[in-house]
Structures are given as structure tokens and as C-alpha cells.
């Protein structure tokens, strides 16, 4: 384990004689973890005063939130190396560590002296433990105890375990009861056999092995899509295609009092598909309608088949009605493969009627793209009434759990495809934006994102300012209630204790309200 950590320290281009590269930020320091730990590491600083060591507690993004010391000189050694809270101590960082190497493994683990892989850690010998919350099953962060190297005592490891305990006892008192009920709810579903069942709730997913065994990291996006869509008293269900190819139905119920969604997936029978659309034979003139980017073009030359001639309905404004509609009826009149006649809203009423005249007669199949909106019911309503079939393109915010799928299609065209990776946070995001420019809009993003990173994982801080936050749930009055508790908080410069006394709650609600609209 400490050799694949000195080779996972060497890949970060870290060097053993170089100083340690110590990050600071702020702190939460009324998170969760820190309030269950608290007492409990306090208490255990006074059993072990006389031996020269430090506690520290971290968090799981390794960043330090509390030190306690029992013993002036070796504080003052400790601080000397730039450890205090705030400071990030991740493998990336300071390579092979008690904290950041436990949370790279998951696992406890002394390092002693010299298994560090900076130099500058070699006097210390280091014991860290994770701290597992009892609801969520999530890793909260990671309890270390520090102490001189050579003077390890043999009971140190029991006694962090204790303390792991002692904390994750306390996490689990601390939970809020819509956390409670949502895991009794997903307990009870799972019970039974061979049923997969996964629950989704303000910092909790929960899934048993059948959910594990079918779905993949790009799946839990499209997932989390489709809870979101579901209402607060109304169970919903979806069809979905699985990264496997493997397509399911998707059953979500909300929890009652619990601000989860439970999902109940239930494999489909028949063939298995391969995410290639199933061609079908189309019943011209076909009538495509779409919000711009929302794919209709696509759409349409599939329909149409190969070897498809298109005509740009927006070119009449610069070749002119009488060239334009010359060039059209030369296109209906001859044999050949389909026509695909984009953006039939820039038609005038005459060039409407004329088209609606010809189509009848037409010896080849015609297939029109236009936007959404009244025209279609007004001056293009001649061209809708001889349409055979008329197929409406959802925009993509109505189709979150198809964005994951779409975003990896949209990778796989850029030259970084195989070098890098979008990671099951980025992708959620992805999911969670409201794309106004659809398809059309994600592909950009996408092929900005694989210009950013050449290589390894695409994280969420690649992601544009713009996109790294997921919105608020589609509820107007959700909505209002979010941007009100953000526009408290900053006008508190982020003091939420403030805050929760100028929206006149207390400081638990805004706490509570702020995990239900996924406010961080």
C-alpha cells in the first residue's frame, strides 16, 4: 500500500527533498463532522496528555478542521512543517500521508518515519482511520493521530478506532430525520430479493448490489435527472437506456417527509440495444420541430436517409423569392433522393401556399424542420395540414437523464477521446443545467472541456463558473426560496448565523433548507 502511494505521489511530480506544497483555505467550522467530533477528540487529548502527539481531523476533501495538541514542543514542531486547519493535506500535495493516503485507499493506515514520502515527515510516524457516516455510507473524512517516530504506542491504533466510533455514533444521532427516513424507506425496498433499488436525498445515495451490478458511473447522472423530475406527492416513471445498452424502467416515489426520491429499476425484456437509433421508415412529408440546437437538422438528414439534398429555407432572404422557389420546384419535379427543407419559418404566406400546393405531388420524399411557436398554427399552418407525420423534439432540459449519454457521444468526436474522462460529478452538472441552446450548446461546452484537459479526469472546476452549481429544483417557488437564502448569505459576506437572523429562522432551518435546495 505505501509503494503504490509513493508511485501515485511520484505521478503528482512530487520530489522527496521538496518542501511541502501546503494549500490554506477556509473552513466549515459548524459542519457536521466537526460537531460530532468535537467532544469526543476533546476528551481523548486529555487521555493522552503526557504523550507527545497531535489529533487532527480532516474532511474528505483532506482539508485539515481541527488539531489538538498535548504537548507545547511537539505542537510547535508540527506547526513548524505549516500543519493547522484550513491546510490541505492530500496526496497530491504532500504525497504519501496518514490523512490524504487513508482517503486515497479508504482503508486505516500507520505510516511510519520514513514511509513518508516527503522528507520533511520522516521525525513523525502518523495513524489515520476514516470516518464513515452510519447513514450515508459516505466517507465524512478522516480522524489522524501524529506522534514522534520510534515512539509509536502499540495501543494507538485501538484507541483511534474507538474514537472513529465514538464520532460516527455521534454523526448518526445528528442525522436528520428526513435522512433516517429515506434509509427506512430504502431498507424496506430492498428487502426484497433481487429487487434494485437505489435512494437519492439532500447529501445521501444509497444503492443495494442488484442497482450496483446494472449500472455504470455515467448511469447515476441520468438517474439523479430523473428524480429530480419527480414531484412531491406523485410517483413517476421513466424509460432509460443504461451505459450497458440494457434498457430499464425507472420507477421514482418520493419519500414522505424525507425531500428523497426512492427508484425501483427494473430491467426491460427483449433485445439488447447498443444506443445506435433503430431506423424506421418515414411516412413523408415529415414535419421536424425543435427549439434551435435541438437537433433537428440531425434528425431530419436520418430520416432522409443518404445521399439527402438540403435547401435553407433562410436563404429567400438573400437569393430571393422568385430564384429561390425556382430552385425548389426544380428539386420537386425531378427523381432522387430526399429533400430536407430546413427552417420553413423564414417562408412568406406566398412562398407557404405555393409549397403547401406542391408537396402532393412531390416524386420525392420532403422532409421540413422548423421552430416551435404560433406561425405553425398560423402562416405555416398549410404546410403542417399536409404533412404525413409531425415528430416534436423535446429540448434537453425536458430529457436531463439522456445528457450524461449525450456528453460522453459528444467526447468520443474531439481528439482528447481515450486521453480523458467526464467523472460522475461533472457529468451530474452537465444533467443539472438548463442548456437554452441545447444540443447545440452541450456540444460546444463539451469540446470546451476537452481543450481544457488533455488528459485524466474532467472535474467539476473545469467546468465554467457558470456551470459548476446545479440549479435549483424546477419549482418556482423553490426557486424563490433559494435565490432569497443565497442573496441573505452574501449580503452576510457568507456568515450564516447572520443570515439565518436576518430571514428570521434559526440557524438549524437555514442549515436544513439550505441542504434541500442544494445550496453549498
Not at 316 to 325: D, K, M, Q
Not at 485 to 492: C, F, L
Request: include cysteine.
Amino acid at each position: 500500500m505505501i509503494e503504490s502511494s509513493w508511485a501515485r505521489s511520484r505521478r503528482h511530480g512530487l520530489r522527496a527533498d521538496a518542501a511541502p506544497r501546503l494549500v490554506r483555505s477556509p473552513i466549515d467550522e459548524e459542519s457536521g463532522l466537526v460537531r460530532a467530533a468535537d467532544p469526543v477528540l476533546g476528551r481523548t487529548q486529555d487521555e493522552l496528555d503526557g504523550l507527545p502527539a497531535a489529533l487532527l481531523l480532516a474532511d474528505r476533501s483532506a482539508r485539515v478542521l481541527d488539531t489538538r495538541f498535548t504537548d507545547v514542543p511537539f505542537s510547535d514542531a508540527v506547526a513548524d512543517i505549516g500543519i493547522a486547519p484550513g491546510v490541505l493535506v492530500e496526496e497530491e500535495q504532500i504525497g504519501t500521508n496518514g490523512v490524504g493516503t487513508s482517503l486515497e485507499t479508504g482503508q486505516e493506515l500507520f505510516i511510519r518515519g520514513s514511509e513518508h514520502f516527503l522528507r520533511a515527515f520522516d521525525p513523525f510516524s502518523c495513524y489515520g482511520h476514516p470516518v464513515v457516516h452510519p447513514v450515508t455510507r459516505r466517507v465524512e473524512g478522516v480522524v489522524n493521530v501524529a506522534c514522534l517516530a520510534g515512539a509509536e504506542h502499540p495501543l494507538l491504533p485501538s484507541l483511534i478506532r474507538h474514537v472513529v466510533k465514538e464520532i460516527q455514533d455521534r454523526l448518526r444521532q445528528d442525522s436528520p430525520l428526513g435522512q433516517r427516513r429515506l434509509l427506512a424507506a430504502f431498507q424496506a425496498a430492498a428487502r426484497h430479493r433481487g429487487r434494485a433499488v437505489v435512494a437519492l436525498g439532500p447529501g445521501l445515495v444509497l444503492a443495494n448490489p442488484p442497482a450496483l451490478d446494472l449500472l455504470q458511473p455515467a448511469d447515476h447522472p441520468a438517474i439523479q435527472a430523473c428524480a429530480d423530475a419527480v414531484g412531491p406527492v406523485r410517483e413517476r416513471t421513466h424509460r432509460l437506456v443504461l451505459a450497458s445498452g440494457w434498457p430499464v424502467e425507472l420507477t421514482c416515489t418520493p419519500v414522505e417527509g424525507a425531500d428523497g426520491v426512492l427508484v425501483v429499476i427494473v430491467p426491460q425484456r427483449g433485445p439488447r440495444r447498443d444506443g445506435a437509433r433503430t431506423e424506421a421508415a418515414a411516412q413523408w412529408p415529415l414535419l421536424v420541430v425543435g427549439e434551435p440546437g435541438s437537433g433537428r437538422t440531425t434528425e431530419a438528414r436520418r430520416a432522409a436517409g443518404s445521399g439527402a439534398v438540403t435547401l435553407d429555407c433562410a436563404a429567400v432572404v438573400l437569393r430571393g423569392e422568385t430564384s429561390w422557389a425556382g430552385a425548389l420546384g426544380a428539386l420537386l419535379d425531378g427523381e432522387g433522393p430526399a429533400v430536407v427543407l430546413e427552417n420553413i419559418e423564414f417562408l412568406s404566406e406566398r412562398l407557404t401556399m405555393l409549397l403547401a400546393k406542391s408537396l402532393p405531388g412531390a416524386r420525392r420524399g420532403i422532409i421540413m424542420t422548423s421552430t416551435p411557436g404560433g406561425h405553425l398554427e398560423g402562416v405555416h399552418a398549410p404546410l403542417v395540414g399536409v404533412c404525413a407525420t409531425r415528430q416534436d423534439l423535446l429540448p434537453l432540459r425536458r430529457r436531463r437523464h439522456e445528457i450524461p449519454r449525450l456528453a460522453q457521444e459528444m467526447l468520443s468526436e474531439t481528439s482528447a477521446f481515450g486521453r480523458v474522462r467526464l467523472t460522475t460529478e461533472t457529468l451530474r452538472l452537465l444533467a443539472a443545467q438548463p442548456w437554452p441552446g441545447n444540443l447545440a450548446e452541450l456540444r460546444r461546452a463539451v469540446h470546451g472541456l476537452a481543450q481544457v484537459r488533455t488528459a485524466g479526469d474532467i472535474l467539476p472546476s473545469d467546468l465554467p463558473v457558470s456551470h459548476r452549481d446545479r440549479p435549483s429544483p424546477a419549482s418556482p417557488f423553490r426557486q424563490a426560496e433559494r435565490e432569497v437564502i443565497i442573496a441573505a448569505i452574501e449580503a452576510a459576506n457568507g456568515n450564516r448565523r447572520e443570515a439565518a437572523r436576518a430571514l428570521g429562522v434559526s440557524r438549524s432551518t437555514l442549515y436544513n433548507r439550505m441542504r434541500a435546495l442544494r445550496i453549498h
